[in-house]
């Protein structure tokens, strides 16, 4: 990637963080229709050796750009939805049109998820706030353990999947694992809550590098997951 293109994705943190997710603290909805691609906060070679650049480029502009453009088109036909927001649609999700329904469960679940997960990888070394790491004390006994129980909730999604760490309606911290884009806050998730921390499991996220070895990416995940934003996200 050249400079020009490293130092436009840099300049654009500010902005893609704040209109996509909005105030911190909150996982607000993804923009509105129709959905565009958000800039990464990093270059795509910025993640490595954890995360390799070629990886980040095709998850990025290919498998990303992919579920936009699905869910935008599926969205095309169904005007009356194009003004509600992701999450709107995610809370309704068994309410809709079957049409819309797998679209938005599909793509509009792969644009939100990769949206929230981009902002959740950093190649800065980021500790959590002390309340997060108070809260990890209290619920798994540590942040190792927290993070041994994440990648072990991972490496348990047969198939595609995500593993999150959501804060539950009691407000308590919890590890939930879903099925191909399907995330906590869709009506029907079995596990509902807000998300504060997710890492993609599909095996688009990690195959050129890792090939089968799933474990050795979810124990080189944790070199690059941006505990600031995870502690924004923490309320
Ligand atoms: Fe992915």
Known sequence: MDN?????IKTSVLAAGA?????PGKAKAVSEYPYVLPSLLYSFNALEPHIDALTMEIHHDKHHKTYIDKLNAALEKFPDYQ???LQDLFEQISLLPDELKVAVRNHGGGHW???FFWQLLSPENTLPSATLIDAFNKSF???????????????????SGWVWLIVTAEKELKIVTTSNQNNPLMRDAVDKGTPILAIDVWEHA??????????????GIWNVINWKRVSELYF
């Open 113 to 115: 998820n990769h949206s």
């Open 206 to 219: 990690y195959y050129l590098k890792y090939q089968n070895k799933r474990n050795e990416y979810l124990d």
């Open 4 to 8: 020009t293109r490293r130092d436009f």
């Open 83 to 85: 003004t509600k927001g």
């Open 19 to 23: 209109l996509t997710f909005g105030l």
């Open 141 to 159: 006994g540590s942040m190792d353990q927290l993070k041994a129980a994440m990648s072990k909730s991972g490496l348990s999604v047969f198939g």
